[in-house]
């Protein structure tokens, strides 16, 4: 039986061949394509067909058992730097402890984690691809073109340089839930007449259970990127997935999480509270016709748990305007944009002005 050393070096290997796959044209090394969904040279134009698990295409990430993970699982990626040995040229980098893939300074080639390593544990999944780095870059004018409050000059001279196609980790939840709940539900009705005509609201308590499947409950995994501004370019289809293959990340970066399993899912039940607490109202107010619900009370229970660690594809970039500079991303799979802007102070004036006298004649033609 092979030893310990003998197995690694074979999947080291193994995963160098298919991250850098070299051009059989020029020699170059190759990098995914988002066009074609498959491996192209940037510098004679060849492309290479991504070969299928299967007969039926390539298999989707599968889902994890939760509890079996929070046994065996190790949810940490150790420390905060790491040295890393490019295997074409022989150079020697360090990286951030957090990044899984990057390309080599020196030659190009292309540098992903092992997805083997006993040492941490590996995405299941990818979500790839589909928007170039031109069209992000499209993307990008036209949406700060549609940015009323930002000055005519940052509209006219902002340009996206050096966009960066980032992979960052995600995890997905997927659990049965069952909901015990108390609250109250309020019904108006109107008291008096002319003048004195109100609005009552009669309360009445009611109670309940409510049942309901999770399907893929997205928690991010970064620590290091703004959060808020990955809000703005979510939705992500993370059923549209492939099962990871090193060759998906061939020229991008990619960035393990920092957010561990068990860290994620305490972040997940919080987020799928919120979900059933809205559909539990929104039941409670069709159920009873009513107006209003208060004093919610809820106590879920969890099982069947599993979960996917998935990489979500972004572009990431900045543009400045008067010494600032702004970053915004771009949803690599559906070309979605988010980010910061500048705010022109007179342009948020004018707006508020306008509504002032809006106001004004809205009031003087109801009061006249």
């Known amino acids: 039986m092979a030893d310990y050393d003998e197995i690694m070096n074979a999947e080291k290997v193994d995963t160098m061949k298919a991250t850098d796959r070299k051009c059989p044209q020029c020699g170059a090394t190759m990098d995914f394509d988002p066009k074609t969904g498959g491996l192209y040279c940037p510098y004679c134009g060849y492309h290479e067909e991504i070969k299928a698990e ?12 939760f509890a ?7 949810c940490d990626w150790g420390v905060a730097q790491k040295t890393v040995t490019c295997k074409s040229c022989g150079a020697v980098s360090v990286y951030d402890s957090l990044t899984v893939a990057n390309e080599c300074p020196y030659c190009g080639s292309n540098q992903v984690m092992e997805a083997n390593d006993v ?4 995405p299941n999944g990818v979500v790839l691809f589909k928007v170039t780095s ?6 990008f004018t036209n949406w700060i073109k549609h940015k009323w409050f930002a000055p005519r000059a940052a509209k006219q001279s902002a340009k996206a340089e050096n966009f960066k196609g980032i992979y960052l980790p995600f995890w997905t939840f997927d659990a049965d839930t069952v909901t015990e709940y108390t609250a109250e539900y309020g019904i108006d009705r109107t008291v008096g007449s002319g003048d004195k005509q109100r609005t ?9 259970t409510h049942n309901e499947f999770i399907d893929d409950q997205l928690v991010a995994g970064t620590g290091d990127q703004n959060v808020t501004m990955l809000r703005k370019v979510e939705p992500f289809d993370t059923k ?8 998906y990340l061939a020229g991008f970066l990619a960035e393990r999480y920092s957010i561990g399993l068990k860290d994620a899912w305490e972040k997940a039940k919080e987020f799928i509270k919120q979900r059933l607490r809205s559909a539990i109202e929104s039941e409670v107010r069709s159920r009873h016709n009513a107006d209003h619900v208060r004093s ?3 106590s879920t229970t969890f099982s069947n748990i599993t979960y996917k660690y998935l990489m979500l594809p972004v572009w990431m970039s900045a543009f400045k305007y008067n010494g600032k500079t702004y970053q915004f991303m ?18 948020v004036a004018l707006a508020i002005l306008i509504a002032i006298v809006i106001i004004a004649v809205l009031y003087m033609l109801t009061s006249g």
């Open 54 to 65: 299967n007969s039926q295409g390539e298999s989707v990430a599968s889902e994890q058992d």
């Open 68 to 74: 079996s993970a929070e046994h065996t699982g190790n």
């Open 119 to 122: 040492q941490t544990m590996a």
């Open 134 to 139: 031109a069209q992000a870059g499209e993307k």
């Open 200 to 208: 009552v609201t009669d309360w009445h308590r009611t109670s309940g």
């Open 240 to 247: 549209d997935n492939k099962s990871y293959k090193p060759e």
């Open 296 to 298: 919610y009370n809820g």
């Open 330 to 347: 771009v949803n690599g799979q559906s070309g979605k944009v988010g980010g910061d802007y500048p705010i022109s102070p007179w342009r």
